[in-house]
Every structure is written in structure tokens, then in C-alpha cells.
């Protein structure tokens, strides 16, 4: 079975930024998206960033601006880079990986914003 393994969250002041990456196994073939989401204590879990295999990206309106998702075929990783965090951004972030016959989802990673 896939694995995706998370890493870069953690605490950051307001205005700081964060890198999160998302690593795939290689068992995990014809991906044809991945992204990124967020769920903060009492709220759904929401998309933040998706990028296709054709590098189209697009983003929730909150972060429009802050954040940019990219990804690394060669690796199979996608990135969330997160400027000028919020502490509304406080939430576990999750990727997630589409592919035809499934979609897979990380363990995900904390982030905090606060002072």
C-alpha cells in the first residue's frame, strides 16, 4: 500500500512561514493531483491548495497570496509554502493524493500560529 509522510509543521509567530512537504511511497503511481488540506478543532476539513500533474494550481481565497503549493514528480512530493501565517491558519494539515482508483491521505502535521 502507499504511504505519504508529512513533515514541517510546528509553532511560528504571526507574519513567519512554514514549508510543509508531503513524500510518497513508490508503491503510489498515476497520480493525477495532490493537495494540500486543513482542519482546525470544531471546523470540516477544508482544501487549501491542489495542484494537477499539469502543474494547474488552485487555492482557497484565504490564502491566496500566502501560500503556494508546488510539487516534485521526480520525488512524487508536493510542498505547501505558507508566508505571512495567520494564527487562523492554526490547524493539522493534511495531504492528500489522488489517483484513479484512490486517494490516499497523510497522517498530518500541526501547525500553530501564535505568539
Known amino acids: 500500500q502507499g504511504q505519504l509522510v508529512e513533515s514541517g509543521g510546528g509553532l511560528v509567530q504571526p507574519g513567519g512561514s512554514l514549508r510543509l512537504a508531503c513524500a510518497t511511497s513508490?508503491?503510489?503511481?498515476?497520480?493525477?493531483?495532490m493537495a494540500w488540506y486543513r482542519q482546525a478543532p470544531g471546523n470540516k476539513r477544508e482544501l487549501v491548495a491542489a495542484?494537477?500533474?499539469?502543474?494547474?494550481?488552485n487555492y482557497a481565497d484565504s490564502v491566496k497570496g500566502r501560500f503556494t503549493i508546488s510539487r516534485d514528480n521526480a520525488k512524487n512530493t508536493v510542498y505547501l509554502q505558507m508566508n505571512s501565517l495567520k494564527p487562523e491558519d492554526t490547524a493539522v494539515y493534511y495531504c492528500?493524493?489522488?489517483?484513479?482508483?484512490?486517494?490516499?491521505w497523510g497522517q498530518g502535521t500541526h501547525v500553530t500560529v501564535s505568539s
Open positions: 513508490g508503491s503510489i503511481t498515476s497520480i493525477y493531483a
Open positions: 492528500k493524493i489522488a489517483t484513479p482508483k484512490y486517494d490516499y
Open positions: 495542484i494537477t500533474s499539469g502543474g494547474s494550481t
